[in-house]
């Protein structure tokens, strides 16, 4: 004998495969017709005698295919060069959909999808020479802006066909001469007080500057390897603090007076019987408190490296400080709180940190706002 579900799982089961029937329906009613195409096949692949599922899908498809079929034919009859990749896109979505409905048994018999891989192979082809054709002509140009343009046309090219290895080598020339060169100068460090480096700080701005500037067309060089290569930089990064002030220390002595009501102070014999004494206990605590303060501010300077005039400037501030905490009590020690027995463990300050641990300290901060806006002012150029 079959066991029948309780109602309240039957509504729950109706609830979870429902809204994702819908979803291709709704889809297809506000015009997203390969959204709904998708939405039907995977809910038929999970449920392929979904019933809502093929009837979407049975009304998506055609319209999805009808549609681009007659963007495709206007798009041919038109002379813009860039035609071929919205062709391609469109190719390439009725060819997917074509290899899913393949792959989905709850698909057949509801749709008979047209296969489009020639189609498809047939714009790749155009994209390509179309994109090579593009490319060269920008490239002779002879301008910067010319030359990103060609790199992103044999980019896409290789993109499409890796064993075209005239495109990778025209890519990399267009790269070549569309690179902006910046050299990044040495900071200077006048401490008549202390002396520290600088070379962490430049260090980690030339790493950060390599390997995360995500534009193709920017290359950051130091001064040493300036020298080494011909290219002259178009960009000189200059940078030099403003002020600095590394280890101004000042110590501060607070006291707090601790109290405990109905603490069991003592306690007495009266016949057979044992009585409790209970009293307020105090303690006074001695917090010293030393704060050592270091700040400083970087100013950034973007040059022409031709004429030496400022394109930008910026100046970026940091600040650290370090604290150390110590004390001791008089009194009761059971009117302490847990922080005051934290506090008295160490009863003298600990040795002040290097200078330079210092002066790294306060430049991170300053290495976090210089970075982000170095990789804006670059972003798009």
């Given at each position: 004998?079959?066991?029948?579900?309780?109602?309240s799982?039957?509504?729950?089961?109706?609830?979870?495969?429902?809204?994702?029937?819908?979803?291709?329906?709704?889809?297809?009613?506000?015009g997203?017709?390969?959204?709904?195409?998708?939405?039907?096949?995977?809910?038929?692949?999970k449920?392929?005698?979904?019933n809502?599922?093929?009837?979407?899908?049975?009304?998506?498809?055609?319209?999805?295919?009808?549609?681009?079929?007659?963007?495709?034919?206007?798009?041919?009859?038109?002379?813009?060069?860039?035609?071929?990749?919205?062709?391609?896109?469109?190719?390439?979505?009725?060819?997917?959909?074509?290899?899913?409905?393949?792959?989905?048994?709850?698909?057949?018999?509801?749709?008979?999808?047209?296969?489009?891989g020639?189609?498809?192979?047939?714009?790749?082809?155009?994209?390509?020479?179309?994109?090579?054709r593009?490319?060269?002509?920008?490239?002779?140009?002879?301008?910067?802006?010319?030359?990103?343009?060609?790199y992103?046309?044999?980019?896409?090219?290789?993109?499409l066909?890796?064993?075209?290895?005239?495109?990778?080598?025209?890519?990399?020339?267009?790269?070549?001469?569309?690179?902006?060169?910046?050299?990044?100068?040495?900071?200077?460090?006048?401490?008549?007080?202390?002396?520290?480096?600088?070379?962490?700080?430049?260090?980690?701005i030339?790493?950060?500057?390599?390997?995360?500037?995500?534009?193709?067309?920017?290359?950051?060089i130091?001064?040493?390897?300036?020298?080494?290569?011909?290219?002259?930089?178009?960009?000189?990064?200059?940078?030099?603090?403003?002020?600095f002030?590394?280890?101004?220390?000042?110590?501060?002595?607070?006291?707090?007076?601790?109290?405990?009501?109905?603490?069991?102070?003592?306690?007495?014999?009266?016949?057979?019987?044992?009585?409790?004494?209970?009293?307020?206990?105090?303690?006074?605590v001695?917090?010293?408190?030393?704060?050592?303060?270091s700040?400083?501010?970087?100013?950034?300077?973007?040059?022409?490296?031709?004429?030496?005039?400022?394109?930008?400037?910026?100046?970026?501030?940091?600040?650290?400080?370090?604290?150390?905490?110590?004390?001791?009590?008089?009194?009761?020690?059971?009117?302490?709180?847990?922080d005051?027995?934290?506090?008295?463990?160490?009863?003298?300050?600990?040795?002040?940190?290097?200078?330079?641990?210092?002066?790294?300290?306060?430049?991170?901060?300053?290495?976090?706002?210089?970075?982000?806006?170095?990789?804006?002012?670059?972003?798009?150029?």
């Amino acid at each position: 004998m079959k066991k029948l579900l309780p109602l309240s799982i039957l509504l729950l089961v109706g609830l979870i495969i429902i809204p994702g029937c819908k979803s291709g329906k709704k889809a297809f009613k506000q015009g997203n017709y390969e959204e709904a195409v998708y939405s039907s096949l995977e809910r038929l692949k999970k449920s392929p005698n979904n019933n809502r599922a093929k009837e979407a899908l049975q009304e998506a498809y055609p319209s999805l295919a009808n549609f681009y079929k007659s963007r495709i034919a206007s798009l041919k009859s038109n002379s813009d060069p860039m035609r071929w990749e919205e062709i391609l896109s469109m190719y390439t979505t009725l060819q997917d959909i074509y290899l899913e409905a393949q792959r989905t048994p709850g698909a057949r018999g509801v749709i008979n999808p047209q296969e489009y891989g020639v189609d498809q192979e047939s714009a790749k082809n155009e994209v390509i020479k179309s994109r090579f054709r593009l490319g060269k002509d920008e490239l002779a140009k002879g301008y910067r802006e010319n030359a990103k343009l060609a790199y992103g046309h044999f980019e896409r090219v290789y993109e499409l066909d890796p064993q075209r290895s005239d495109a990778e080598d025209l890519m990399y020339k267009a790269q070549e001469l569309a690179t902006l060169f910046v050299e990044v100068k040495p900071i200077p460090m006048h401490s008549r007080t202390f002396k520290l480096s600088n070379q962490f700080f430049e260090s980690q701005i030339m790493e950060f500057l390599k390997n995360e500037t995500n534009n193709p067309f920017i290359q950051f060089i130091s001064s040493r390897e300036q020298k080494r290569v011909e290219q002259k930089p178009q960009h000189i990064l200059e940078f030099v603090f403003d002020d600095f002030i590394v280890g101004q220390g000042y110590e501060k002595e607070t006291v707090i007076n601790r109290s405990k009501d109905s603490v069991k102070v003592g306690k007495a014999t009266i016949g057979d019987s044992t009585v409790y004494t209970y009293a307020t206990v105090r303690a006074e605590v001695h917090q010293f408190r030393r704060t050592i303060r270091s700040s400083g501010v970087l100013n950034a300077n973007i040059r022409d490296g031709q004429n030496a005039t400022i394109l930008a400037q910026r100046k970026f501030p940091g600040t650290f400080e370090y604290t150390d905490l110590w004390g001791f009590y008089n009194g009761d020690e059971r009117a302490l709180q847990s922080d005051d027995r934290k506090l008295i463990k160490r009863r003298s300050r600990l040795p002040d940190p290097p200078p330079q641990d210092l002066f790294i300290e306060f430049t991170k901060p300053i290495f976090s706002q210089l970075t982000s806006y170095l990789i804006d002012y670059y972003r798009n150029y």
